[in-house]
């Protein structure tokens, strides 16, 4: 009687935290620097593995992919040193520069982890330079049919350079933007992750993004509206360049500049279905510190706590941008699809049962133990004795759908989660 008191009050806790647990996303955006066909590091691949392998992020947005050749080789990447079921979205080459030649060799992308959003949809936003890539992301919750919870990506690089000329253009695609936008819902989860090449957020385009009157307003996250361009009081921001050396690709001239942003809706402060995390937005691979003003990344003036030199190093190597990375949280439940293994024993294949639900028993000394099935209320559905079989089939099909938790009466066992 001990023993199963034992198991209740673990299970009671296991379902408590999973009841009331948020489920957290990372999020990050990347210049590629023209990727692949900036040659003049040589294999600069094996700089991102290390960036993707260090950050695990759950969307990775990017700008600057020249061709669907360099996307399969990051998602080659991402696959092997994030996750196995990474996705990428649907690849298109720019439009909006069809009518002048279309000589632009910089698309913009998105890739995905599949256990935890779906691609709903895509689309292209054209304008007088570049395209903004809409993507629109499901939710992988076990109420998608129910209550779906949609995040709506959209990747940009905007018109680069200074003058009233260049800020004439950026502030253009970004009209294209907003009047696109006025077709969503006023509440709508959306993020804008891109180059932004802007100096200062006085500048139209940027104030565009933040104007209150839109139809979806966007806030960075951040907090650090300002006059970025050579101000060392927005150290921490800057993007770009992380280089003083010619001959690497790309621009020169040290860190100070804050170029690269991922913006929220303002929604996505409060609403608990998707939400920002607070002080989690970051520029990766900046230590904040100051004596990195004008300076290369990988130099010992950008030394730190927060980033390691062999992260500084591929970050230098790599591109002549810092990415960008914030976390996002839902109070929604995942439909978590992954075996889920104990050393004592697991469930085979998907852990989403309709009628059998499998289970390989890793220990045969286990075989004089009972397996427990409880339901959200702790209450036991089933119990099923073990024999000398290292395998069982497990009759679910009489079960209401929900959660359930399956342990042993070894009170030591941790309780494995499936969904019927």
């Known amino acids: 009687m001990k023993r199963k008191i034992q198991i209740v009050s673990m299970l009671c806790m296991l379902i408590s935290h999973s009841l009331f647990s948020q489920e957290n996303f990372k999020v990050m ?4 620097l023209n990727f692949p066909y900036d040659t003049n590091v040589s294999n600069r691949i094996q700089y991102l593995d290390v960036i993707l392998n260090d950050y695990q992020p759950d969307i990775f947005m990017v700008c600057e992919l020249n061709n669907v050749s360099g996307a399969n080789a990051i998602l080659q990447v991402l696959q092997t040193s994030v996750h196995e079921n990474y996705r990428p979205a649907v690849f298109t080459t720019n439009t909006s520069d069809d009518n002048t030649g279309n000589q632009n060799d910089l698309q913009n992308f998105m890739y995905f982890n599949s256990e935890k959003f779906l691609l709903e949809s895509q689309h292209i936003v054209t304008t007088i330079y570049r395209d903004f890539n ?9 109420n998608q ?3 779906p919870v949609y995040l709506n990506v959209i990747v940009c690089h905007l018109k680069a350079s200074s003058g009233a000329d260049n800020q004439a253009y950026r502030l253009e ?3 294209d933007l907003t009047t696109y936008l006025n077709t969503f819902p006023a509440n709508s989860n959306v993020l804008l992750a891109g180059d932004f090449n802007v100096y200062t957020h006085t500048e139209p385009a940027f104030q565009e993004l933040i104007d209150n009157a839109n139809n979806i307003v966007f806030v960075d996250p951040a907090n650090k509206i300002g006059n970025w361009h050579n101000n060392t009081n927005y150290i921490e921001m800057f993007t770009q360049s992380t280089r003083t050396q010619t001959g690497l690709g790309g621009s020169t001239g ?5 170029f690269d942003f991922i913006l929220t809706s303002s929604t996505m402060l409060s609403n608990p279905n998707m939400y920002y ?3 989690t937005y970051q520029t990766y691979g900046n230590n904040g510190n100051v004596d990195c003003y004008n300076n290369e990344i990988n130099g010992a003036e950008c030394a730190g706590t927060e980033f ?3 992260i500084r190093e591929a970050l230098y190597y790599f591109s002549d941008h810092l990415p960008v990375t914030l976390e996002l949280e839902t109070n929604e439940t995942l439909l978590n699809i992954s075996t889920y293994q104990t050393n004592s024993f697991q469930i085979i294949g998907t852990n989403i049962v309709e009628n059998t639900l499998e289970i390989k028993i ?3 000394t286990l075989s004089t133990n009972k397996l427990y099935i409880f339901n959200t209320l702790g209450q036991v559905v089933k119990i099923i004795p073990l024999d000398s079989s290292n395998r069982l089939s497990i009759d679910v099909s009489s079960f209401n759908n929900g959660m359930y938790y399956i342990t042993m009466s070894n009170s030591n066992v941790q309780p494995l989660k499936f969904i019927k």
Do not use: A, T
């Open 29 to 32: 955006f990347y210049n590629l």
């Open 308 to 310: 390691s030199s062999e």
């Open 362 to 364: 890793n220990k045969p």
């Open 254 to 258: 040290g860190l100070d500049d804050r």
């Open 173 to 175: 695609m970004v009209q």
């Open 277 to 279: 995390v607070e002080n």
């Open 134 to 142: 809409h993507y629109k992301l499901k939710l992988n919750s076990i």
């Open 145 to 147: 049919d129910s209550n």
